[in-house]
C-alpha cells in the first residue's frame, strides 16, 4: 500500500506516488510533489505531459488511479469537499456566461459564494480594478477579446481568496498588457500569504515567477529545483553562433571543432561552444568565425535558459500547452 504523503503546516501540497490512467494509457506516472505555503511551484512540461492531468487531480476533479494526495491537510480522495473549500482553480478555458457583463458574471459568482448583494457589487468592482478590467466591464462577454475574457475568468477565482490558488496555463492568449496584470496580481498574491500553484507553457513565465520548478516529461517529474539550480545543470555560459544558411552549419563546426568544444543545436543554425572564461572565449570564438569566412547572423555569449534545461533533462523543448486526454479542463471557482 503506498503510504499517505504527511502533511505539515508549511506543506500545502503533498503526494506520494500519484497515478492516473487511462485505460492502457499512463497519464501521470507516480509523481512526488511537495508545494510550500505560500511559494509559487510551476509544473512545466511538454504537450501531454501530465501536468493538467495532475492539477485536475489535486482540484478533486479527476480521481488518481493509485498514489495519495494531501491539499491544505486534507485527502483528496476522502475529504474532497474541504479541498474545495480552500482552493480555487482556473482552467485553460474560461467559463463565463456569454449573456452576462464581465462584471454581471462577477457579482453572480460572488452571489453563488454566499455574499448579499451589496457586499457581492463591492467584491466585484474591488476586482475590476485589481484585474484592469474598466473599460470593459459592461461589455457582453461574448464580445469581448479572448484576453479580456481570460482576466474575467481569472477575476472570478478571487472572489473568495483561497489558501490554495491553482492556475492552468493562465495567460495562454494574453495580449502583453493583461499578461503584465497578471504576473503583478500573482506576486500580489503570494505578498499577502497564497500558495500558487501554476502550470504554463511559457518558460519565461515560470523562470519570472516560480519559486521552484517541477519539469515533467511522458507523466513523470523528472527534474526539480529553483530556475537557477535548472539552468546550473546544464553548465555555464556559452558562445552561441547563428549561421545565415542552416547548409553552413557543418562547415563551421569543421572549422571550429579543432580548437572548441562545440555542439549542434536542435534548431539546426547554431552550434554552442562553453565559455567559461567567458569575454575572452567570446572573442575567440568570434576572431575563429570571421576566419572560416562563414556567414553568420549573430555570435553571442548567453547564459542557460530553461528552454535548455528543459531540452538537456528531456529531449525535448517545453513549448507546448498540454494536452489532457479527458478533454479541457473547464475554469471553475471552488473557493468558498
Known sequence: MTPHPTATPDL??????????????????????????????????????????????????????????????????????????????TGQFAALEDNLTGRENLVLMARLRGYRRPAALRVADALIDRFDIGEFRDKLVKDVSGGQRRRVDLAASLVTPPKLLVLDEPTTGLDPRSRQVVWATINELVAEGVTLLLTTQYLDEADALADHIVLIDHGQAVASGTPSDLKARIGDLRVDVVTVDAADVGA?????????????????????????????????????VRASGIAVDEVALRRPTLDDAFLALTGQPATDPDADPTGSTPSLELAS
Open 252 to 288: 563551421l563546426v569543421t572549422a571550429l571543432a579543432p580548437t572548441f568544444d562545440v555542439t549542434v543545436a536542435p534548431t539546426g543554425r547554431m552550434v554552442s561552444i562553453p565559455a567559461p572564461e567567458e569575454a575572452a572565449d567570446l572573442a575567440r570564438v568570434a576572431t575563429a
Open 12 to 89: 500545502a501540497v503533498t503526494t506520494d506516488g500519484l497515478t492516473k490512467r487511462f485505460g492502457d494509457f499512463t497519464a501521470v506516472d507516480h509523481i512526488d510533489l511537495e508545494v510550500r505555503a505560500g511559494t509559487v511551484v510551476s509544473l512545466l512540461g511538454p504537450n501531454g505531459a501530465g501536468k493538467t492531468t495532475t492539477v485536475r487531480m489535486l482540484a478533486t476533479l479527476t480521481a488518481p488511479t493509485s498514489g495519495t494526495a494531501t491539499v491544505l491537510g486534507h485527502d483528496v480522495a476522502t475529504d474532497g469537499d474541504a479541498v474545495r473549500s480552500l482552493i480555487s482553480l
